[in-house]
């Protein structure tokens, strides 16, 4: 049986997707306080979410289907082959982000004050922005990341606790649906119970990202625009969430499968 089927690249393409504009999701509020718009940032960045999120659900139908469609000889490894490459495309949609986040940063901060002038009015925002000049506009500002740019952070100012707390929740984040599909087939006479396990794994990720992570670089992002802190302060924490969530994809890959057979273990007290 092949391999790297159409639907594998797909799915594939899509977690890249997702990864990447979750990655970028780290520069909104650099976007925001180098403009003093912060609250017009987080309302525009919620398009890009719902983007995400649909591509998210779109996949995940796809994603379980590979084990409908893996051999029945040797289905653990074909399965478990399979989903090591959606959790690498995971490591590259972040790799991807954290190589357009200056970009991203200059094009979003000028989205950002056209949306107030729009008076808050995204369609009228997507019409102006789906032009020819305005596109033009946008590629002078493509640029990959340049040692200058990191040249007067300081990684003193890190905070180490959080910094880990975000890999891993990064890694749970990324093999959430994988490792309770994997179960599923470890533990078939509990399948269907393994696989709704993942929803609640994501939400777990979700709430310990809440409430760990966003408060943080908020109240930098506020002191930011209050005259309380520095831009750079809040680059320098931007920065590090993104490397840490580069590594917590990486950690996904050692975990996924003692993930799945936590999964699998777990279900039994569910029945």
């Known amino acids: ?22 990655t970028l999701a ?13 609250a017009s940032a987080l309302s525009l960045f919620n398009v ?11 996949q995940q139908p796809f994603t379980g289907s590979l084990i409908d469609n893996a051999p029945k000889v040797n289905s653990l490894e074909f399965v478990e082959n399979q989903y090591r490459i959606l959790i690498g495309s995971a490591t590259l949609g972040t790799v991807i982000g954290l190589l357009l986040l ?20 995204i369609p009228a925002l997507l019409k102006k922005g789906f032009t020819l000049s305005y ?3 946008a590629i002078k500002h493509i640029h990959l990341p340049r040692y200058t740019y990191l040249k007067d952070m300081s990684w003193r100012d890190i905070p180490i606790k959080l910094f880990c707390i975000n890999i891993l929740i990064t890694a749970i984040y990324t093999i ?24 609640l794994i994501n939400g777990i990720a979700t709430i310990l990202l809440i409430v760990f992570i966003d408060p943080k670089i908020s ?30 994809t990486l950690l996904a890959q050692a975990l ?8 699998a273990w777990f279900t039994q007290f569910l029945m």
Request: hydrophobic residues 55%; glycine residues 6%; positive net charge.
């Open 1 to 22: 049986m092949e391999f790297f089927t159409a639907q594998l690249v797909m799915i594939a393409l899509f977690i890249l997707v997702i990864h990447s504009i979750e």
């Open 26 to 38: 780290y520069s909104v509020r650099l976007s925001g306080a180098r403009v003093k718009l912060l």
């Open 48 to 58: 890009m979410v719902m983007v995400s999120r649909l591509a998210n659900m779109m």
């Open 102 to 121: 200056p970009t991203f940063i200059a094009v979003f901060s000028r989205a950002i004050i056209h949306l107030a002038e729009e008076r808050g009015s």
């Open 135 to 137: 596109f033009k506009r």
């Open 176 to 199: 959430g649906v994988l490792s309770a599909l994997y179960a599923a087939l470890l533990t078939p006479e509990r399948a269907t119970t393994a696989v709704m396990a993942s929803g």
């Open 219 to 248: 109240i930098l992002a506020d002191d930011v625009i209050n005259k309380k802190g520095n831009y750079v302060t809040l680059k320098s924490a931007s920065i590090m969430m993104v490397t840490s969530r580069l590594l917590g």
């Open 256 to 263: 996924f499968i003692p993930g799945a057979k936590y999964i």
